[in-house]
């Protein structure tokens, strides 16, 4: 894959947002090409570039924020913000003093907005824009049409090649640039490994003062070994000498460093039997399947864990969709205590559509038990609801409920 820039298809809402707003937020995991989205787009429109990531400009910033705020150009980007929570009132100041769009550019690794204090600072004057790791329509330089197919309830009818070992292959190379320039799984599988050491010393370290720092990378292990599950925070405190709030207080740290996501139970007055757990799903199936130890071969010997994984590249899949889609679009799970359920409910406006997740090559009636669920309970808004699954065939199972091979996900037929 070398150093091939892939499209962006984030780029679009940055800079919508940058027409709108005094600043603009990319957040999102590190390495995950934050910096590269800034810099091209920062290149076009004369934005100088500054990092914290040098300690001298942090060392600097920190003693004196307003005064490295008012030196700055017009445009400026500011890398890697949350190592210098100070700034933010800085900003704060510079941007009422001078109201005007598209001054400042700002990455961070970490959810600052997940700080009160610096969430309130630039409420009103900031935007954010989510980047993820690539997603297969990147990778293909295709923008995909699944999510407005899905919404309108039509899919064309036809037939595609099975993707089979192609698609644990996929699965496991995950989506970060740096990941998928290494040709080999070896090489792919020690760039993981940095990545998490590198994550958990630096990020980890600065975020929260943790006791059990060695902890982490376990704890990360387990949650990749429960991706797709409702979260259960007495089974992951199990291998720990750590009490229940502890641990759950570190899968919140997980989350505000992008690495695993909760996926919030779907509820509606209708129906009054719903689980209210949330599912946790790991940031990214490269990352997931490295932590396991679990190549493509091993994926398609272990069916259950692969249709876990599986469900849990979907959902990234998608919210990577929904990031640069016009209308926000919301993720939840449907899941009754009579077992029940659909693996991604999708909310856009009053829309509402579901998606379930099958590793096999066929798909039955009985598939869309969940879905035919979650139709009656939304009623009118009900637009859409498809078995994603790796066979050939896009099929019609009824009014607005169809069989979709995986792949258009991200091929337009």
Known sequence: MGDHLYPRFSEAPLLRSLQDSPAVLIHGPRQSGKTTLAQIVGKSHGFEYFTFDDETIRAATEADPMGFVSDLPERAILDEVQHVPRIFAALKLSIDRHRAAGRFILTGSTNVLLIPKLADSLAGRMETVRLYPLSQCELAEEPSRFLDMLFAGSF?????????????DRVVAGGYPAALARSSVEGRARWYGEYLDAVVQRDVRSLARISALDAM?????LAASHTACLINVTELSGPFQLSRPTIREYVTLLERLFLVDELPAWHTNRLKRLVRTPKLHVGDTGLATSLLGANASALLAERELYGRVLETFVHAEIRKM???????????????????????VLERGRQLAGIEVKASATVASRDFRGLRHLKDAGGSRFAGGVVLYDGETCAPFGDRLYAVPIRRLWETV
């Open 322 to 344: 929904g990031s640069w889609s016009d209308v926000p679009v919301r993720l939840s799970h449907f899941r009754d205590r009579d077992g029940v359920e659909v693996d991604l």
């Open 217 to 221: 990378p376990r704890l990360l292990e």
């Open 156 to 168: 064309n009818t036809g037939s595609s090649d099975r993707l089979g070992a192609e698609l644990a």
